[in-house]
């Protein structure tokens, strides 16, 4: 495995949550079992990175989605005071 590049970091942009929380579960999961030298860890670990953040993003998203909902609910509930 080499250094992590721009195309396979920008592939996991695209990942749904699901998809990036498994992989991120498999990197770890390698990362932890070691045996790899240092590029390919660097390399797995720059990727791990890619897909903590792919996921914050999602949870980001699905809690400001929440979030609105909450204050669209709380807004109706005033209206019909």
Known sequence: MAEAGKDEL???????????RDELVNVVKMLEQGGM??????????????LANRCEEH????????????????ADDDDDE
């Open 10 to 20: 920008a592939e996991i942009a695209g990942f749904g949550y699901e998809r990036a």
């Open 59 to 74: 949870l980001a998203g699905a809690r400001k989605r929440v979030e609105d909902a909450l204050a669209r609910a709380a």
């Open 37 to 50: 030298d240092l590029d390919d860890s660097l390399a797995l670990w720059e990727r791990g990175e890619a």
